[in-house]
Structure formats: structure tokens, C-alpha cells
């Protein structure tokens, strides 16, 4: 591991990296690597205690695990930075289930991947890094090739995955569904999850968008989500999130009009720094959606809707950019405008949603769920990355030792944008490879550090 490494490191002050980089085609495949995981027989160590006391630094443990032998169109890539998404949050809580479920169940697809069975599961659903190996019949991608891997895992054996691979009855979350993810210093991904790494950023900031802003360019801006054009008005929960960062610059950038809905004056003046001009504090004003734990306040909703058009002269969102579920989603249903579109994921305050339907069905609102993106939409968000259109989130960054703090932030959301893991660069600020365009989006890069 350590030959491979260095052979990366050297690019860094290389007049040109990627022949540097292509000498690692050459050096050995480490027989096992570190990686950071959970364990089947820890599956029930929370059992009794609510998702907000169960401590993800507790369940996640970095380990060294054997590296799989290749299947034909894979790819193994060693990792230079990773990210924590709320997948990774789930899975080290057991929650909605143990992920060792999903693995048990994709080890009976074929031979192949019964690898993925195993009583520890490698988790983390980002990567930036470098091509190591391919498998059999992979093309499009060579050893020393430095890339960025989305999380869609498909087999697209079956036809209902070729109109949109979200589709396929095999589709899967990588690190999440799959084993072998991207919180370890090496991952193995199917080729069709490669995309070329932004050459301006980088590695933490590369590994950084993946998950979230493919979803967000779903959820937004796709045909098969929210359809988002010029002049809407979009409503986008936790705005300066993880996910919400992503969507608030694609509004901007489609040129829709953001109302950017937060928890903090930090995070409002995050959103602001964005180029949001219409910023709701929900903590500041006051708005509690629910009176208990069974009964919502529908007075709330009407303030909240009388609040975005006193931001917007009188306008209700075209668009409302749904995640936090369970908490929000009455109030999303009730504020979209007549005709408009609630478009959901993720539901990180809960699964069970509760709305009241007349406010749907007679003024003729669509419900839209959406879930991570295809490899075209996917493709398309990390060009607006590369292109310095889109920018990444990372506010803070921790090593593959820590990467159960990082988890544990993200829990407990104590943090802005993204939280980045380093897990083979052993600083932040390696492999960027254009200076030039860097120099010119410097400030809206590091807008979220130290945050």
C-alpha cells in the first residue's frame, strides 16, 4: 500500500502526473487494505435505545480486510478521500435495518457476488482516487487514471433498467447495499460508476459531491425529478447541508429563485455566501410543525407559506426540495403552490409521513420520490463540478481513524456541507491538478471550511 501511495504522491510535484500515475499498473495489488467497517455480530448492540442516543463510533471500526478478486467490469481504485453521507449514519446504527440484510440478499444474485456476503461490511458511498486494476471487458478506464466513483450499483441484465438504470431490479446504493465501499483505502466499483475526477479540486473536495449532488441533480433538475426551470421558485429544506448545498447552486445556476430554509444564522449566512438572496431561520422564527409527537400544527404551515411570500411578493414554491421528511413534509405539501411538485428523498427526521390530502388532491400537487440518480444525471453533476459551476461543501475533513466522529457529526448534525475522510492522502489539499481554474472559484470552494 504504501509502493502505490507514493507512486500517487509523486504526481504531486510530477510536470506530468499522469505518467507518474500510470506506473502503478506495474506495482502489486496489496493482499488486504484498511477499511472502515461494521460487524454482523454488533448488528443488535443498540437494540432498545432511540436513533438519537445510538453513537456511530461505537459500530464503526477500522479494520484490515482481505481485497476481492475483480469480477469482469469492475474496477479497483485506491482512495484517496471518501465522505460520510447519511447512508453511512444508518448503517452504523442499524437503522431501518442492518445493512448485513442487503448483503445477504445480493450474495444470492450469482457466484460473483456472494462476495459480498461477509460477516463485516465496508461501508462509505464516495470516493475519489486512482485506478489500480480493471476486470475483464472494462474499456473506458486504464490503470492511473484518477477518477471519482458515484454510488449506483446496477447488474442491467433485466430490460426495465435500460429506459432509467434507477430502475433495474438490481439497483443498488454501493457501500450501503454492497459491500467493498468507499470509507478504505481501496474500493471496488463497477466501471460504469467511474467519472473523471475534477482536475481543480482536490481529493477530499472531489470525493465531497458524489452522493449528494447526483441526487440533488435528480431530485432538481432531471426529467425524471422536479423538472426545474427558469424563474421557479424553489423551496429547499436544510439549504445548506449536504444535500440542500447542492440544490441551493443548481437553482441558482438554473436560474430559478431559491428560498433557502435553515436552523442557524451560520448556516443562513452560508446560504447567502451562495448567492441565495431569500433566507428563512426556522429556529429563529419559531416554526414548530408539530404540537407532540402525534399531531400536527396546521396554523404553522399557513405562517410558514405567509412567510415565503412575504419573501417572494406573493409567490408559493413551483418546487419544494424535499429530505427532511417526517418533520416537514405536512408543511412542504401545504406551502406548494396549486399545481406544484413536492419532490422527496432521504427522510433523515423520518420515514413515516404524514401530510393532509386535501391540500394534494384538490389543488392538484404531485408527490415525486426520487432516489440517488442514473449514470447520465450522475455524469452531468460532476461536469457542473468540473466545469466550476457547482462547488463542493466540505467543511471539515477528519482521517480514515476518525472516520466514526465524522459519522457521529453528521448524526448529530453538527455540521455544515460535507464532512470529507481522508482515507490514503495524508493531507487536505493534494491532487489538484489546474491551478488556473482553481485560482479563479478559490473563495466558492472554501466558502464551507472551518464550518
Known sequence: MQDILEAIMAAEESNDPDRELAGVAGLPVPESYRGVVVR????????????????????????????????????LIAVMASAINYNTVWTSIFEPVSTFRFLERYGRVSALTRRHDLPYHVVGSDAAGVVLRTGA???????????????????????????????DPQQRIWGFETNFGGLAELAVVKANQLMPKPRHLSWEEAAAPGLVNSTAYRQLVS??????????????????????????????????????????????ELCRRMGAELVIDRAAEGFRFWKDEETQDPDEWRRFGERIRELTSGEDPDI??????????????YVARRGGTIVTCASTSGFQHQYD??????????????????????????????????????????????AGQAAYEVHRNA???KVGVRCLAPTDGLGVRDGELRARHEDAINRFRGH
Open 320 to 333: 419544494v426540495f424535499e429530505h427532511p421528511g417526517r418533520e416537514t413534509f405536512g408543511a412542504s405539501v
Open 40 to 75: 454482523a455480530e454488533e448488528a443488535r448492540m443498540f437494540d432498545g435505545m432511540t436513533a438519537r442516543d445510538k453513537d456511530p463510533r461505537k459500530a464503526l471500526h477500522v479494520q484490515e480486510v482481505p481485497t476481492p478478486e475483480l469480477a469482469p467490469g469492475e474496477a
Open 223 to 268: 426529467h425524471h425529478g422536479a423538472n426545474m426551470k427558469q424563474g421557479d421558485v424553489v423551496l429547499i429544506w436544510g439549504a445548506s447541508g449536504g444535500l440542500g448545498g447542492y440544490a441551493t447552486q443548481m437553482a441558482l445556476n438554473g436560474g430559478a429563485i431559491p428560498v433557502c430554509v435553515v436552523s442557524s444564522p451560520e448556516k443562513a
Open 137 to 167: 471487458g472494462v474499456t473506458r478506464w486504464a490503470p492511473g487514471d484518477e477518477v471519482v466513483a458515484h454510488c449506483l450499483s446496477v447488474e442491467l441484465e433485466d430490460a426495465a433498467g435500460h429506459d432509467d438504470t434507477m430502475l
Open 357 to 402: 390530502n386535501r391540500y394534494l388532491w384538490m389543488h392538484l400537487k404531485r408527490i415525486v420520490g426520487s432516489h440517488f440518480a442514473n449514470y447520465h444525471e450522475a455524469w452531468q453533476a460532476n461536469r457542473l463540478v468540473a466545469l466550476g459551476k457547482v462547488h463542493p461543501t466540505v467543511s471539515r475533513t477528519y482521517p480514515l481513524e476518525q
Open 415 to 417: 455540521h455544515q456541507g
